[in-house]
C-alpha cells in the first residue's frame, strides 16, 4: 500500500457563550457606516443580539411552520412595496407588481387553507392580508 490517502480534520473555531481564546483570531468589524451593498453586524438589528456565532450566515434559521411562512410573505411583500428597507442597499425600494403577486400568494393561501387552519393563524393570515391589501392602495394611487 505505497501511497494510503490521509483523512482531513476540521477545526470548530466558532466561539460559544465567553470561550474567547487569546489564540483564535477575531473577525474584524469595520467601524463606521458602510458603504453600499456593505452591511456590518452592527448595521443589522437582527445580528445585536445574536453573540455566539461569526457570520451572520451561522445564525439558527426559525422553524418552519404556517405562521413563519406567512410571515416571510409579508416581509417579502412589505419590502415590495417599500415599507421596508432592503437589505442589500440598505433603502426602500418599490416594486409594485411583485408587492401585488405576493398579496395574490397569501389570497390563494387563504382561499386554499380555508377550515384547516386554527383560529389564530386564519387571524393572522386575515390581518396580514388586510394590511397589505390597504398598503397597496395607498401605493398604486
Do not use: C
Not at 3 to 16: A, H, I, N, P
Not at 33 to 43: D, I, V
Not at 70 to 92: C, F, K, M, Q, V
Amino acid at each position: 500500500m505505497p501511497d494510503e490517502e490521509k483523512g482531513f480534520s476540521v477545526k470548530d473555531r466558532r466561539l460559544f457563550s465567553g470561550e474567547e481564546s487569546e489564540k483564535t483570531p477575531k473577525k474584524d468589524i469595520p467601524e463606521g457606516k458602510p458603504s453600499a451593498g456593505e452591511t456590518t453586524r452592527a448595521s443589522r438589528p437582527e445580528a445585536a443580539a445574536w453573540t455566539g456565532a461569526q457570520d451572520l450566515e451561522d445564525m439558527p434559521l426559525p422553524a418552519v411552520n404556517f405562521p413563519t411562512f406567512i410571515l416571510s410573505l409579508n416581509a417579502s411583500a412589505l419590502l415590495h412595496l417599500g415599507a421596508i428597507e432592503d437589505p442589500e442597499t440598505g433603502r426602500p425600494s418599490k416594486n409594485l407588481p411583485m408587492a401585488k403577486q405576493t398579496i395574490d400568494i397569501l389570497s390563494m393561501l387563504a382561499e386554499k387553507t380555508r377550515g384547516n387552519l386554527t383560529q389564530d393563524e386564519e387571524n393572522m393570515l386575515k390581518n396580514i392580508l388586510y394590511d397589505l391589501r390597504i398598503a397597496y392602495v395607498r401605493e398604486k394611487s
